[in-house]
Nanobody, 122 residues
């Protein structure tokens, strides 16, 4: 059983900062790609940022230069530092992780966190 537990959401004014954390726990052999998605009301869920096990990152254009994704492999934790926040960043943010589990063989499963609300007021 693997769980992703997120923390760090909240409400801030435009221009402010928040830092999201997501920790994977359970019977884990290794964690491959880790990502942050977001879903605003009435919109589809979109990929915000991703990071692979080697530290290579990618971002959606709208957050480049403002958000930074990082990870601590020893803690199976991914972070999203969000600076210069804008009202259009308001959404529920979800953590996603590709987790390898060993049971008689290696198996790769995709897990989601429960989501954390980020609200940016103008």
């Amino acid at each position: 059983q693997v769980q992703l537990v997120e923390s760090g959401g909240g409400s801030v004014q435009a221009g402010g900062s928040l830092r999201l954390s997501c920790a994977a726990s359970g019977t884990i052999f290794s964690v491959d790609n880790m990502s942050w998605y977001r879903q605003a009301p009435g919109k589809q869920r979109e990929l915000v940022a991703g990071i692979d096990s080697g530290g290579s990152t990618n971002y959606v254009d709208s957050v480049k230069g403002r958000f930074t994704i990082s990870r601590d492999n020893a803690k199976n934790t991914v972070y999203l530092q969000m600076d210069s926040l804008k009202p259009e960043d308001t959404a529920i943010y979800y953590c996603n992780a590709a987790v390898q589990i060993y049971f008689r063989d290696f198996h790769l499963y995709n897990y989601w966190g429960q989501g954390t609300q980020v609200t940016v007021s103008s």
